[in-house]
């Protein structure tokens, strides 16, 4: 076994602290990856706060870059010192039409999770990213493109990725109009994605003090969700919106933005979401969800990135100060994403 270092939460709620723990050894096709910076998404602090005892000691992180340390006698892609990504996944079934497809986020046996989980050959419990070490499968680690700041690209692995996947599945691009709901982590790289594709941009949200920051960030428009003379000009104006509030809510006033046959793709997963029928009846639009990406979008996403010169605007704290970026994430303040130097 492999000994590390990290940060873990002993129970639910309580300020993570330094743990000593092990990885597996190698396999074959395993590479092992020095973590350099990791981000700290909203799915880390739900999960030292609201996850099952048995869990615990967690350990959280699940968007991550570094440099490879170790490879198993299998792996051809990889070599020591390369520079690498790894994203919330790292394992699938590698058989359903989904893995097939390289669409391993929606592995009809459900993909195996950075942390969260348990490995599907031997049954030991995932431990995420915040760690001087990682263990992961060959085919989910990722070359980390030339150029890219490595600080800024750790959340392209989760927040990237997620935000990437719709708005390449609804072929959003020149001449479209996109609309993105809410503007933290994941809402502020789809305005740049969307931005770099071509559309024409619109940020939808509560707080009149963001219109400066999304319009710096590219959008052409902002609309305050707030203000009903606002939200009733742009009646039926939009394509394709990408809502990436996490909170529930009704997201009625969205569907009547849409042009007929519009789609308004959910990111947020509460227990259910409550539209009013008639908003998607008029127009016959559509309401449709999504979560993560597969290999084939996440290596598209960072060529994107690379290409574009795209990255996450982040606030890096040493992994020491990891339970102030935690609790400096409750309260949203951050611009847009913490990451945390594990060097």
Excluded at 45 to 63: I, K, N, Q, R, T
Excluded at 142 to 152: F, H, K, R, S, V
Excluded at 190 to 204: D, P, S, W
Excluded at 268 to 276: K, L, N, T
Aim: hydrophobic residues 40%.
């Amino acid at each position: 076994m492999r000994s590390v270092t990290g940060y873990a939460a002993p129970a639910a709620g309580a300020p993570l602290a330094p743990w000593q723990f092990e990885r597996r050894d190698l396999r074959p096709d395993d590479v092992a990856v020095r973590v350099r910076y990791v981000g700290v998404c909203h799915t880390d602090l739900h999960a030292v706060e609201d996850s099952p005892a048995a869990e615990f000691p967690l350990v959280p992180g699940h968007e991550f870059v570094g440099e490879v340390s170790a490879v198993g006698a299998e792996v051809t892609r990889f070599a020591v010192g390369d520079a690498v990504a790894v994203g919330n996944i790292v394992d699938s079934c590698g058989k359903c039409d989904y893995c097939l497809d390289a669409q391993e986020n929606y592995c009809a046996e459900y993909p195996t999770t950075t942390y969260l989980g348990v490995d599907r050959r031997d049954g030991l419990p995932q431990r995420g990213g915040y760690s001087s070490e990682y263990v992961v499968t060959e085919k989910f680690v990722y070359a980390l493109p030339e150029g890219l700041d490595p600080a800024g690209a750790a959340p392209l692995m989760c927040a990237g990725v997620t935000t990437w996947e719709p708005l390449r599945r609804w072929q959003v691009g020149p001449g479209m109009k996109v609309g993105v709901v809410g503007l933290g982590g994941l809402g502020h790289l789809a305005v740049k994605f969307a931005k770099a594709l071509g559309a024409e941009v619109t940020v939808f949200t509560t707080s009149p003090g963001k219109e400066a920051p999304a319009r710096a960030l590219g959008a052409d428009d902002v609309v305050v969700s707030t203000d009903p003379a606002a939200m009733a000009d742009r009646l039926e104006r939009f394509d394709f919106l990408l809502n990436t509030v996490s909170a529930k809510h009704d997201p009625s006033p969205y569907l009547r933005a849409l042009r007929g046959g519009g789609t308004l793709c959910m990111l947020g997963i509460p227990d259910r979401y409550e539209p009013d029928a008639l908003a998607l009846l008029i127009g016959a639009k559509n309401l449709a969800a999504s979560g993560s990406g597969g290999a084939r979008r996440t290596r598209e996403m960072l060529e994107f990135c690379a290409a574009h010169g795209i990255t996450a605007d982040v606030e890096v704290l040493p992994a020491a100060e990891v339970n102030t970026a935690l609790d400096r994430l409750a309260r949203n303040d951050v611009r847009y994403r913490f990451v945390l130097s594990m060097d």
